[in-house]
């Protein structure tokens, strides 16, 4: 997997740097550089939480070429993608698809975000590899910096986590519970001319539900306990 870099170029703001650190603290980022950045007052300690350790260890340079140093790939990103073919700058990637192309690579990756009022410039963009956007609606385009980290980071860091796996039930359990609910529709005395539609509206819910074992067990329990709490009623009558 890439070794993820953030680069802020010229934050204007503390209380910013301090979230874009908390921001990447929660996805195992750890290596941010500040290029000309404001002073670091305590608003970026506050801000960045538990990932305060992040802003402490910021490496800080006074021009962008410093700032990208040693980056084997480095990602540009910007609010204001161009439509026109020609302005090859600003033709963007989304982040999902920026995560699918660079999940397999190796290397230091920087991950390079502008400043708060310009973005990052012209100049700037035209040293980056590729040229990253977020989708938003066009009457709000542009993001707050760190929401854009956010964005980001969570991208590329859900590509690396596998997806819990759920152990799907059966036929035979489901059949089982299709069962069960036969049986309290008798319980309940629900109406004959409707029994037939209302099991094959079951049916078909528990085959789209793709239940899990757990869900299985939970479900048919709670339906068996209903047709033998009522058939107990009925036998005290």
């Known amino acids: 997997m890439p070794e993820y870099v953030v680069v802020l170029a010229e934050p204007l703001i503390a209380g910013n740097i301090g979230s874009v650190a908390r921001s990447m603290s929660n996805f195992g980022a750890e290596e941010l550089v500040l290029f000309n950045p404001c002073e670091?007052?305590?608003?970026?300690?506050?801000?960045?939480?538990?990932?305060?350790?992040?802003?402490?260890?910021?490496?800080?340079?006074?021009?962008?070429?410093?700032?990208?140093?040693?980056?084997?790939?480095?990602i540009g990103t910007s609010g204001i993608p161009s439509g026109n073919e020609r302005k090859f700058l600003r033709h963007p990637m989304s982040p999902s698809d920026f995560a699918e192309y660079v999940g397999e690579k190796q290397g230091r990756v920087g991950l390079v975000f502008g400043r708060e009022d310009q973005g990052l410039s012209n100049e700037e963009l035209a040293?980056?590899?590729?040229?990253?956007?977020?989708?938003?609606a066009e009457l709000n385009p542009i993001m707050n910096v760190s929401h854009a980290v956010t964005v980001v980071l969570y991208e590329l860091f859900r590509l690396d986590k596998e997806p819990m796996a759920r152990t799907l039930v059966g036929e035979r359990e489901k059949e089982t519970l299709n069962e069960l609910w036969a049986a309290l529709l008798e319980?309940?005395?629900?109406?004959?001319?409707?029994?037939?539609?209302?099991?094959?509206?079951?049916?078909?819910?528990?085959?789209?539900?793709?239940?899990?074992?757990?869900?299985?067990?939970?479900?048919?329990?709670?339906v068996n306990r209903a047709s033998k709490s009522i058939k107990r009623h009925k036998k005290k009558k």
């Open 127 to 136: 040293k980056c590899d590729i040229m990253v956007t977020v989708p938003t």
């Open 187 to 222: 319980e309940i005395n629900y109406p004959e001319h409707k029994k037939a539609k209302t099991k094959v509206m079951f049916r078909k819910i528990v085959a789209r539900a793709d239940l899990s074992e757990w869900e299985f067990h939970t479900l048919a329990g709670v």
């Open 40 to 74: 670091l007052d305590d608003d970026a300690y506050r801000f960045a939480k538990h990932g305060r350790f992040i802003v402490e260890n910021a490496k800080i340079t006074k021009t962008f070429d410093e700032a990208i140093q040693g980056l084997d790939l480095v």
